[in-house]
């Protein structure tokens, strides 16, 4: 179990550019979560996937945000146009298909839209 | 809705001190899972418990304990004899639905513990 991995860990872009970020989940797992957290803040669901479908996103993930998840192993999340409140911690996370199973987080990238 | 209510912002102790972190939760739903994590100052949020809603037996890990009492809504976590080691940043958080659901927490804005020596 080596955990669930994410990179970068710190991206920082100007406003307007597209960022991709990148999450690696336990191997094991065939669910993945993509949370969002701003500072003082606890984190905010965005998306989860099971295998390569995305069964459910957000209110919070706007058009501007897309995530895939090719062949149910790794995620990416991309943000286009990136806005100046796009700036977060984004934390990827994966459970195995257990109701309300435990999740396991990444450390995050933090992006800073300057 | 689902809400997750942590009104403790900050809270100091010192090393050795029992400190309560309290956490109040709201949801419609009859099954729901409650759970607490901690992140330290690395960022990474660490998994401490899950408990459901169907049972309200309290329980205990070490110098950890857990509160959870559905009349008051509240699922409250004990550190005993506080350590430096536990200056975090804890967090509540509600999953509800039915039992095969997944985990789409809520989480409450979180305590911040800073514990000295």
């Known amino acids: 179990d080596t955990g669930v991995s994410q990179n970068p860990r710190h991206k920082i872009t100007k406003r307007g550019q597209n960022v991709t970020f990148r999450c690696d989940p336990i191997?094991?797992?065939?669910?993945l979560y993509w949370y969002r957290q701003t500072l003082g803040q606890g984190p905010e669901f965005l998306t989860y996937?099971?295998?390569?479908?995305?069964?459910?996103k957000s209110r919070l993930l706007s058009d501007r945000f897309s995530a895939e998840r090719p062949k149910g192993s790794f995620s990416t999340l991309e943000i286009q146009r990136t806005e100046q409140g796009d700036s977060a911690m984004y934390l990827c996370?994966?459970?195995?298909?257990?109701?309300?199973?435990?999740?396991?987080f990444g450390n995050g990238t933090r992006l800073t839209v300057t | 809705a689902q809400k997750v209510t942590q009104a403790q912002t900050e809270i100091s102790v010192v090393e050795k001190e029992d400190v309560t972190l309290d956490c109040v939760y709201e949801?419609?739903?009859?099954?729901?899972?409650l759970f607490w994590y901690k992140q330290p100052p690395s960022g990474e949020l660490v998994f401490l418990i899950r408990?459901?809603?169907?049972?309200?037996q309290n329980e205990i890990s070490g110098r950890y304990s857990w509160n959870f009492q559905k009349s008051t809504s509240s699922f409250n976590f004990t550190i005993t004899a506080s350590q430096v080691v536990d200056s975090a940043v804890y967090f509540c958080?509600?999953?509800?639905?039915?039992?095969?659901?997944?985990?789409?927490?809520?989480f409450g804005t979180g305590t911040r513990l800073q514990v000295t020596l």
């Open positions: 996370a994966s459970s195995d298909t257990g109701g309300h199973s435990p999740l396991h």
């Open positions: 191997s094991e797992h065939n669910r």
């Open positions: 996937f099971q295998n390569e479908a995305q069964l459910e």
């Open positions: 949801t419609r739903d009859t099954t729901y899972y």
């Open positions: 408990r459901n809603s169907f049972d309200e």
């Open positions: 958080a509600l999953s509800s639905g039915g039992t095969g659901t997944a985990s789409k927490l809520t």
